[in-house]
């Protein structure tokens, strides 16, 4: 395999917007003050332009909830209040981010964005040996979907800029401690001046 896939991990509106649709404005706070989506549009028209493969990846619902794979009672709260239902509002991506429609579109009912989808079948099927990874939370979708791509034989790379977490310290912690221990870490702006020159 030769071959890098950009994976957009939960830039949706329920996590990243503050407004009525949003329902984690600790989490939208530190996206927009890390200026997330900003860094998530020029990664996203740089990989475009390049040529590059993009997949996008949400966390949405079945109006039953069954095809949730996380059981526990943090995401109970989703069955209960109705949240985050594949179509409504609160499950869109945001729209700087938005995908075309020719690029692929994970659904997954947990955390990381392996499980309960075809992600990693789509990747083999593309010839993908290396998911560059940005999203929210960081600590949350970010970390579980870059152990689970190193522990499939994957290379991982994490852009920094793109990610953020519901503190700043606990962006800050898995940065600083864990990433390093499974995935190369950089900038968006590293990453790809690095990438351009090979």
């Known amino acids: 395999m030769s071959d890098t896939a950009l994976l957009l991990l939960d830039y949706q509106v329920a996590l990243c917007d503050a407004g009525p649709n949003g329902r984690q404005p600790a989490l939208a706070a530190q996206v927009e003050e890390r200026q997330v989506l900003q860094h998530a549009a020029r990664a996203l028209d740089v990989t475009r332009a390049a040529g590059r493969r993009v997949i996008h990846v949400r966390l949405a619902f ?22 985050m239902l594949l179509g409504s509002a609160e499950a869109q991506f945001m729209a700087a981010v ?9 659904t997954k009912g947990g955390v990381d964005a392996f499980i309960g989808t075809p992600l990693l ?22 970390e579980s979907t870059a152990r689970h791509a190193t522990d499939v034989g994957l290379q991982v790379t994490v852009l920094e800029d793109l990610c953020a977490s519901f503190r700043p310290e606990l962006h800050d912690f898995a940065i600083a401690n864990l990433f390093p221990l499974f995935s190369t870490l950089t900038s968006s702006t590293e990453f790809f001046a690095l990438s351009s020159s090979t």
């Open 62 to 83: 079945d109006p039953s909830y069954e095809l949730r794979t996380n059981r526990s009672a943090r995401f109970d709260t989703y069955r209960t209040e109705r949240a």
């Open 98 to 106: 938005a995908p075309l429609a020719d690029e692929p579109i994970v």
């Open 121 to 142: 079948e789509m990747l083999l099927g593309m010839r993908v040996d290396h998911v560059v990874l940005g999203g929210v939370a960081t600590n949350l979708v970010v």
